[in-house]
């Protein structure tokens, strides 16, 4: 029996413990990416899994992705996470955090000037 996920399931089970999770995305030498099936749920997916007490985000990943495909990576670029999110209220003020802020059309993004982790 394959395990239960719940996504925006206003009647699942509250969560009892946050447990962290960290993929690897991983290339090869021909852009292609290594995906793995899971047998519990039958999806394809990045191989990943549950970060263990006082292991780091990079330590999982290289773990998780040997333990799940057989396939030692390396860590070539480490990103941070980053939510998809929507706005709820509020309105884009600038602030002592940030001088600048709004909402922008992918088309225009050129024009801004990014940090290189979020290129």
């Known amino acids: ?3 239960t996920e719940y996504h925006n399931a206003p009647n699942a089970p509250k969560a009892n413990i946050p447990i962290p999770a960290i993929n690897m995305l991983v ?7 290594l995906l793995q099936r899971r047998r519990d749920a039958g ?6 899994g549950a970060q263990d007490t006082g292991e780091t985000a990079a330590q999982c990943a290289i ?6 495909t057989g396939s030692r990576a390396e860590i070539r670029q480490q ?6 999110g929507r706005p709820t209220g509020g309105e884009p003020t600038v602030n002592d ?4 802020v709004g909402f922008v059309q ?5 024009q801004y000037e990014f940090h290189p982790s979020m290129r």
Request: net charge negative; charged share 30%.
């Open 63 to 68: 773990r998780e992705c040997l333990e799940e």
């Open 97 to 100: 955090e940030a001088d600048g």
């Open 43 to 48: 999806q394809w997916t990045l191989p990943g």
């Open 27 to 33: 290339v090869d030498g021909q852009d292609a990416i």
């Open 79 to 84: 990103y941070e996470n980053t939510f998809i």
């Open 1 to 3: 029996m394959g395990r």
């Open 106 to 110: 992918p088309a225009d993004l050129d």
